[in-house]
Structures are given as C-alpha cells and as structure tokens.
C-alpha cells in the first residue's frame, strides 16, 4: 500500500520555485568562501603542538600577505575534498552495497515485516527505543560518522510504518545526533577540549547528563508529533513525494505474508553480532569509519554466501547498491571543499580572532551565551568538532578566566554550540550524505528540524546560565 497521497491532477500544473541540488548549494558555498579570500584579510595565530594535539597560542594572531583562492585552486578544492573525505564515502559507498545484499537474500524484508507486525500499534515505543539507543552511540562517540550507515534501514522502516523518509532519517540520525551534540563520554571533541582546558577527563558529568537527557526527551517528543501529524492529515514537509529516494521505494515493497526462514535469521543473528563487534571495537579499540567499512564489507560476503548466493552474484548485487549511493557519498567531499577553500585562503584564524575579540568586556552571564552563539556561528565553518575545538579552546579557556567564567562552562558553550549547527550545517559532509542518501533536499530538511534546533538552542541556553550562575566547576 502506498501511503502517500494521489498526484495532482494532470494539467493543473504550477510554476514553484525549483530548490537547488545539493551539489550546486555546496559550489555556490565554496565560491562564496573563494571571493571572500580576495576581500577578507589572511590571517594566521602560532600554534604549538602539545603530544597529539595541535593548538594556537592565545594571543598570537597575525595578519599575512593576502592569500586569494585562484581560479585552479578552486577547482582543485573540489578533489582535495574528496581525497580528504575519501573513508567516510568509501562508508557510505559500501554500506549501499551491504544492505543491497542483504536485501537480495531476503532478510531485510524479513526483518522490516516482523518490526511492522510489533510496532505498528506502538510507534511511540519504537520511535524512543530506536532513539535512546542511537543517543547512547552518539554521545559516547560509538557512532558519529558511521551514522549513514544505519540510514537506509530507517527508510525502509518508514515506510513500512507509513511514514515519510524524514521521520525514517531522523529516527536514526537526529537519535544519534541528539546524543552527540549534548556529549557526555566522547573521547573526541568533548575529551579533546577539556585535556587542552586542563580539565579532568569527562567531569562536570551531572550538567551534562541533565543537558544530554532533555536532548533526547524533546527529540523523542517531536518526532512523535511530527508522525501523528503526518498520519492525520496526510500531508508531508516532502510534498506528494514522500520517498524522493526510488530505490529504498522498491526496496520496502513486501509481500503480504514472508516467511521467516533459518537462512535469514542466520543472517541477521551475523549481522548484529558483527555490527556489535564494531562497536566494541569502535570504544575500546579506537575504531573508525575505515574499520566500519571493511566489517560491511564482510557482512556483505557471509551474509551472500548463508543466502545461498553465487560469488558473482554477490559481488555484482554489491557494486549494483554502492551505485546507488554515489550521489549521497560524493556529496560528502563537495561539503569538505569548503573547508579546503577557507583553509587555503587563510580566513579561519581572521574570523575567530574577529569573533573571539567581540566578547571582551561582557559580564560572566552574557560573556558565556557570546561563547555559546560563537560556537555556534564559527562550525558554519569549520564544521569539525574536534578541529573547531583546537582553534577555540584554547582562545575561550584565559577568556573566561578573565571574565570569571569556569572553564567547564566554557568547554560546555563551545561543544553544545558546535551542537546544535550540525544537524542543519550545509558544510558537514554527514549531514549533506544523509540528505543524499534519502533523498531530502537540504531546504525542506531545514524546514523540517528548526523546530527541534530552537528548543535544543534554549536547552543549551538555559544549562550554560545554570552553570554561570553556580559555578560550574572544576574551574
């Protein structure tokens, strides 16, 4: 059954504004970026490395000669992106591919009825547990990345549930993000922060769990009301077109009735075990996104081979899915052009500097929420937690001393700032391969979740006072 609604009636067509492909939403980002190292002046702070980690010294920023992004170094951002980008779209690529396979054996079929069968009175109930468990992997750092990874399955189910692709992809993104972004054991950024603020690792735990808790509570809640609403009235942000994305449409076609064969439980039983493993290895063992490929890619074989499917056919049914990911994995390393640009342009450095400048003076209250807004508005352009953290950290940390303000507060307005921006960040390179591999265009995902980002925002706010006001230490 689809669940959509009927298509409007032929003939009675209108013109509307046509939204931009991702693709030349990122040019036209990375071009802007590139006219803005001829106005903009270059600028560089000193920097020191201390054991792993690489920081600024405060207090050091000078200008440069000017460093304008040529014509060929523009162009030639775009490949260095993708060479840069290169494990997180060799994950996406190979995680098509995997659930291609699977898909071929049966098993996903298998799966998504069964899940339909118990849920589909109680979808508030799986809406939370999915959720809460994909929370519990973003804010311990399990699964950042690797997120995409999980996105087809959350289609697929979607549907099956009738519901559109953006409660399919939010289930599964914005549980882990709600997670990430009010981190409580992530070894990276928030580990990496308070080591250079000379913090003890992961303190200030009890702010930090209330914040990471109400994260996910009003996440939960609104992607519950998003789905009754969607229900009762049949009206989608995504227009007629609940599934933009046509092969998670032909995949999610089932059967009336499936029987669940021991081949396809055999399977799936691999397939948990395996992912589990990478989870383990992924906390103790510090595995990453290359590590997650190559447990996709042996999902992939083991999975073929139990489902009784000839050599040839599992590696043509592989190449087949990654095919169809490429729009969403190449989208990632046209996100990291970006940072390519401003970073040959020698623009970072003079914007943090500027913002970082317009802070001094404030009282501690004001000063905190100027850290906070800063964070914020600095991950537009450096879009990487841990990167961010090692240019502002060690700028905000004497700051707030002088301001009165604990460092832990600080440490707290810098990781929730960055936050909160990349769920609707148009340079992160996860979120542009989330979009692509769902099919949503950027505008109406943003549409969709600045409800979600407000209320994480004054969340965020309301914490960040909190600490101010008490003390939040250790200092």
Excluded at 232 to 248: A, H, M, Q, R, Y
Excluded at 308 to 330: M, P
Excluded at 389 to 418: F, K, N
Aim: charged share 10%.
């Amino acid at each position: 059954m689809n669940p959509r609604p009927q298509q409007a009636v032929a003939g009675k067509t209108k013109r509307s504004f046509q939204q931009p492909d991702a693709y030349v939403l990122m040019f036209f980002v990375a071009l802007i970026a590139a006219i803005a190292s001829y106005l903009i002046p270059a600028g560089v702070f000193k920097r020191v490395a201390k054991g792993d980690i690489t920081t600024v010294i405060p207090g050091s920023y000078h200008t440069i000669a000017q460093t304008p992004v040529s014509f060929v170094e523009f162009f030639s951002a775009i490949p260095q992106g993708m060479i840069a980008s290169s494990s997180i779209i060799f994950l996406v690529l190979f995680t098509g591919g995997t659930i291609a396979v699977l898909e071929k054996t049966g098993a996903v079929n298998s799966l998504i009825h069964t899940v339909v069968d118990k849920f589909k009175t109680k979808q508030l109930l799986f809406i939370a547990a999915v959720g809460f468990l994909f929370s519990i992997l973003g804010t311990t750092g399990i699964i950042v990345n690797s997120v995409i990874g999980f996105i087809p399955l959350g289609l697929i189910v979607a549907r099956a549930l009738k519901w559109d692709a953006m409660v399919g992809a939010a289930i599964i993104y914005l549980g882990t993000y709600a997670g990430f972004n009010a981190q409580i054991l992530s070894p990276s950024p928030l580990g990496v922060a308070q080591k250079m603020a000379e913090l003890p690792m992961f303190s200030g735990m009890g702010l930090r769990l209330i914040n990471y808790l109400l994260f996910i509570s009003v996440t939960i809640g609104y992607l519950y009301w998003y789905s009754k609403k969607l229900q009762k009235t049949n009206k989608s942000l995504l227009g007629d077109d609940w599934f933009p994305n046509k092969s998670i449409e032909k995949a999610s076609s089932l059967p009336e009735q499936i029987t669940f064969k021991w081949r396809q439980k055999l399977i799936l039983a691999v397939t948990a075990l395996l992912l589990i493993v990478y989870v383990y290895g992924a906390f103790k063992l510090g595995w990453a996104d290359n590590e997650m490929s190559a447990v996709f890619i042996l999902i992939a074989i083991i999975a073929g081979m139990i489902g009784g499917l000839k050599i040839n056919d599992i590696a043509k049914t592989f190449i087949g899915g990654c095919q169809n990911l490429v729009y969403g994995a190449l989208i990632v390393g046209m996100a990291r052009s970006v940072s390519v640009v401003l970073t040959e342009g020698n623009l970072l450095d003079t914007i943090v500097n500027s913002l970082a400048n317009m802070l001094h003076g404030l009282s501690p209250v004001f000063g905190a929420i100027g850290m906070y807004v800063l964070s914020a508005f600095l991950h537009f352009f450096i879009s990487s937690g841990t990167g961010e953290a090692v240019v502002v950290v060690p700028i905000l940390t004497p700051l707030a001393d002088l301001m009165h303000i604990t460092r832990q507060v600080a440490i707290q307005a810098v990781m929730v700032g960055e936050g909160i921006v990349n769920s609707f960040n148009p340079t992160s390179g996860v979120l542009m391969g989330v979009l692509a591999a769902s099919g949503i265009p950027y505008i109406k995902w943003v549409r969709f979740v600045l409800p979600l980002i407000a209320m994480w925002f004054v969340i965020g706010l309301i914490i960040i006072v909190i600490g101010v006001l008490t003390h939040w230490g250790p200092h």
